[in-house]
């Protein structure tokens, strides 16, 4: 089955860091383009991340570029995103989710569980 499992959220000051890990089993997951969402609280799910199954293509949100990077390691089967120069606004839980191909234009199809992500002094 598949199963998508975050790591890596707490309590951060602003402009600290964190990375977030997904560890993936369940699929080839060097086949599938992977995403990272979240949800502030109180808020809707908001897409952060994209990346291609290969890693060779990433995508961001407006509100996150040049601050959050996505990276995959394929031979770990573990996705990260990588959380720099963290705002308060980003307190959120954080949900990893597997597209249904090599590409992020294809749609999601599995989601993980989130791990929670506080930003504040």
């Known amino acids: 089955q598949v199963h998508l499992v975050e790591s890596g959220g707490g309590l951060v000051q602003p402009g600290g860091s964190l990375r977030l890990s997904c560890a993936a089993s369940g699929f080839t997951f060097s086949s599938y383009a992977m995403t990272w969402v979240r949800q502030a609280p109180g808020k809707g799910l908001e897409w952060v991340s994209h990346?291609?199954?290969?890693?060779?293509?990433?995508y961001y949100a407006d509100s996150v570029k040049g601050r959050f990077t996505i990276s995959r390691d394929n031979a770990k089967n573990t996705l990260y995103l990588q959380m720099d120069t963290l705002k308060p606004e980003d307190t959120a839980v954080y949900y990893c989710?597997?597209?249904?191909?090599?590409?992020?234009?294809?749609?999601?199809?599995?989601w993980g569980k989130g791990t929670l992500v506080t930003v504040s002094s």
């Open positions: 989710s597997k597209h249904s191909s090599w590409y992020v234009s294809d749609g999601m199809d599995y």
């Open positions: 990346i291609a199954g290969g890693g060779g293509s990433t």
